[in-house]
Nanobody
Framework: QVRLREFGGGSAQAGDSLRLSCETSSYSDSSICVAWFRQAPGLEREVVASIYPGGPAEYFSESNEGRFTISADNSKKTVDLQILSVKPEDSGSYFC???????????????WGQGTQVTVSS
């Protein structure tokens, strides 16, 4: 059983930077991939980025790699997602998920956090 908890969401103005953190009980297990997903209202959950703590990040699309940075923080044992220059379309719920392999598909992740809400105003 892997436990995940997200924090760091909230309200922001367009152009701000946000840093979300995912506290995961699987942090020390290098075989477990941790990913960040986001879900805008009325839309499907989509991957932003994934990482094996201690390994390389994967962004799955060029657009995600530009403003989003996923990283593992060894001191806090968290997987963080930094969002630069946020836009109103970044609004939604952000979830971290864990599973045995990094994938773009939410179906491949067995464990999920409760999510944290991000609201960006223009």
């Amino acid at each position: 059983q892997v436990r995940l908890r997200e924090f760091g969401g909230g309200s922001a103005q367009a152009g701000d930077s946000l840093r979300l953190s995912c506290e995961t009980s699987s942090y020390s297990d290098s075989s477990i991939c941790v990913a960040w997903f986001r879900q805008a209202p009325g839309l499907e959950r989509e991957v932003v980025a994934s990482i094996y703590p201690g390994g390389p990040a994967e962004y799955f699309s060029e657009s995600n790699e530009g403003r989003f940075t996923i990283s593992a923080d060894n001191s806090k044992k968290t997987v963080d997602l930094q969002i630069l220059s946020v836009k109103p379309e970044d609004s939604g719920s952000y979830f971290c998920a864990a599973g045995p392999g990094c994938s773009w598909s939410p179906n491949d992740y067995k464990y999920w956090g409760q999510g944290t809400q991000v609201t960006v105003s223009s």
